[in-house]
């Protein structure tokens, strides 16, 4: 095993590191702490490892003190946390002079498949001259498993599915610095792909794919979060049920979920299943990344519990994947994107109800404080439409004059006719614009 593990050190560094298209997501610089990188299958965790080890390169850092060791390799099969120490010991016995002198990057991939690796790894970062990063699928490495592995040492990082800018770096097209201000062909060609994006969505091996084979490869990730991230892992037996569940909410995205509701669907389906088996379900597909969950906003956690949580999938292209309607479904597609994007900024999310009933589609509190209630609408192309997304936000403001109320929707032109009647202290915006600014400002 030993040799294995020296070869693949000498392959690891005698390659190129590849060019990526950039992620944003961000690394903590909270020194001392194990970087754990997490999210979906496929999402691009290790490509996100290998675009960090680029970057250290460009800035100075020697190559052959950047590694990247994966353990997803059957001649490593049946390895033991007592043999983990041989990858260090291969590595400083070709580089004696950086033991203890520089710092070394290095990144283990796919470790959870070692059985205690938690007491290697945080043995590394209390002994050694490291930076240390970990990844590996959400089956087995999920972030609060790895927040009491190791002991509040490590910090953690997501990575989504492209965002609509990571999107428009992949496909070599300009994001401008300041997206409220944009020349018209460029923003006729953003427009372009923003629909492309939500339609196709963000995950990196379904870009550019035909339709058919988009479908395909999609359903392929989530029969593989079903069977390796929740059958396997919570040796889940009822996989009839399963299955059921998720097409029932991947079918029907920002809809409301009620676990007595989809209970009793199942029951009259001849599908037996108990409700609490149906909660641990759903907690795992969250926890898989395959789902996301947005309560209503409470101050008030029995609230919170009884009323149905709004459930999205965790990228717009998984939609088409389940729906049966064969309508393009642009304004669900159009949500999704903006909660993943909310969550991307680290934002609180619930949705909310107004004092006379109406639904607020996100109320986002941000990290210093400040919310924001949202309104998301595909098309504002009718005054009806126009009074519907906009009479939630005015009974908001009615009671608190000084909320920060946006409205999100896809055409320019809607911009202009829904700001016209929108009462002061409602913006209204066009949803690419508003996923662009944070990188473009």
């Given at each position: 095993?030993?040799?294995?593990?020296?070869?693949?050190?000498?392959?690891?560094?005698?390659?190129?590191?590849?060019?990526?298209?950039?992620?944003?997501?961000?690394?903590?610089?909270?020194?001392?702490?194990?970087?754990a990188v997490i999210g979906m299958r496929r999402a691009g965790k290790?490509?996100?490892?290998?675009?960090?080890?680029?970057?250290?390169?460009?800035?100075?850092?020697?190559?052959?003190?950047?590694?990247?060791?994966?353990?997803?390799?059957?001649?490593?099969?049946?390895?033991?946390?007592?043999?983990?120490?041989?990858?260090?010991?291969?590595?400083?016995?070709?580089?004696?002079?950086?033991?203890?002198?520089?710092?070394?990057?290095?990144?283990?991939?796919?470790?959870?498949?070692?059985?205690?690796?938690?007491?290697?790894?945080?043995?590394?970062?209390?002994?050694?001259?490291?930076?240390?990063?970990?990844?590996?699928?959400?089956?087995?490495?999920?972030?609060?498993?790895?927040?009491?592995?190791?002991?509040?040492?490590?910090?953690?990082?997501?990575?989504?599915?492209?965002?609509?800018?990571?999107?428009?770096?992949?496909?070599?097209?300009?994001?401008?610095?300041?997206?409220?201000?944009?020349?018209?062909?460029?923003?006729?060609?953003?427009?372009?792909?923003?629909?492309?994006?939500?339609?196709?969505?963000?995950?990196?091996?379904?870009?550019?794919?035909?339709?058919?084979?988009?479908?395909?490869?999609?359903?392929?990730?989530?029969?593989?979060?079903?069977?390796?991230?929740?059958?396997?892992?919570?040796?889940?037996?009822?996989?009839?049920?399963?299955?059921?569940?998720?097409?029932?909410?991947?079918?029907?995205?920002?809809?409301?979920?009620?676990?007595?509701?989809?209970?009793?669907?199942?029951?009259?389906?001849?599908?037996?299943?108990?409700?609490?088996?149906?909660?641990?379900?759903?907690?795992?597909?969250e926890d898989a990344f395959l789902i996301r969950l947005v309560p209503i906003d409470s101050a008030s956690e029995r609230?919170?519990?009884?009323?149905?949580?709004?459930?999205?999938?965790?990228?717009?292209?998984?939609?088409?994947?389940?729906?049966?309607?064969?309508?393009?479904?642009?304004?669900?597609?159009?949500?999704?994107?903006?909660?993943?994007?909310?969550?991307?900024?680290?934002?609180?999310?619930?949705?909310?109800?107004?004092?006379?009933?109406?639904?607020?589609?996100?109320?986002?509190?941000?990290?210093?404080?400040?919310?924001?209630?949202?309104?998301?609408?595909?098309?504002?192309?009718?005054?009806?439409?126009?009074?519907?997304?906009?009479?939630?936000?005015?009974?908001?403001?009615?009671?608190?004059?000084?909320?920060?109320?946006?409205?999100?929707?896809?055409?320019?032109?809607?911009?202009?006719?829904?700001?016209?009647?929108?009462?002061?202290?409602?913006?209204?915006?066009?949803?690419?614009?508003?996923?662009?600014?944070?990188?473009?400002?």
């Amino acid at each position: 095993m030993r040799n294995v593990i020296r070869q693949k050190l000498a392959d690891s560094l005698a390659s190129e590191l590849p060019s990526l298209t950039r992620r944003d997501a961000r690394i903590s610089t909270i020194p001392g702490k194990v970087h754990a990188v997490i999210g979906m299958r496929r999402a691009g965790k290790s490509c996100f490892l290998k675009q960090h080890l680029a970057e250290q390169a460009k800035s100075g850092v020697p190559r052959d003190a950047l590694v990247y060791f994966s353990f997803e390799d059957e001649r490593l099969a049946g390895m033991q946390a007592s043999q983990l120490g041989w990858v260090l010991e291969e590595y400083y016995l070709a580089r004696p002079q950086f033991r203890d002198n520089r710092k070394v990057v290095f990144c283990f991939d796919e470790i959870q498949v070692v059985p205690g690796w938690e007491t290697f790894i945080r043995r590394v970062v209390d002994s050694e001259k490291m930076e240390v990063f970990v990844s590996g699928s959400s089956a087995r490495m999920l972030s609060r498993e790895i927040a009491t592995a190791l002991r509040g040492r490590s910090t953690e990082t997501v990575i989504y599915p492209f965002s609509f800018p990571e999107h428009l770096r992949h496909r070599g097209i300009e994001i401008p610095p300041n997206p409220a201000f944009v020349p018209k062909a460029l923003r006729s060609q953003i427009e372009s792909s923003f629909l492309t994006y939500l339609s196709e969505g963000g995950f990196p091996g379904a870009q550019g794919l035909g339709q058919g084979n988009r479908i395909e490869l999609l359903q392929g990730y989530v029969e593989t979060v079903i069977f390796r991230d929740v059958v396997e892992r919570h040796h889940a037996r009822n996989v009839e049920a399963l299955r059921r569940l998720v097409r029932q909410l991947l079918a029907s995205p920002a809809g409301g979920f009620s676990v007595h509701k989809c209970f009793n669907d199942l029951r009259s389906q001849g599908v037996a299943v108990g409700k609490d088996a149906l909660h641990s379900m759903l907690s795992w597909l969250e926890d898989a990344f395959l789902i996301r969950l947005v309560p209503i906003d409470s101050a008030s956690e029995r609230q919170r519990q009884v009323n149905p949580r709004k459930v999205y999938p965790v990228d717009a292209g998984l939609i088409p994947v389940f729906d049966r309607s064969g309508r393009a479904n642009t304004g669900h597609a159009l949500e999704t994107a903006v909660l993943i994007e909310l969550e991307r900024r680290h934002h609180q999310v619930a949705y909310g109800k107004t004092p006379s009933g109406r639904e607020v589609d996100f109320i986002a509190r941000e990290r210093d404080g400040q919310t924001v209630h949202i309104q998301v609408c595909a098309e504002l192309n009718t005054p009806e439409i126009i009074r519907r997304e906009i009479e939630p936000l005015d009974e908001i403001l009615a009671t608190k004059p000084n909320s920060n109320c946006l409205l999100l929707t896809l055409s320019t032109t809607d911009v202009a006719i829904a700001q016209q009647v929108a009462p002061a202290g409602v913006t209204v915006r066009p949803a690419w614009e508003w996923l662009l600014e944070e990188v473009g400002g």
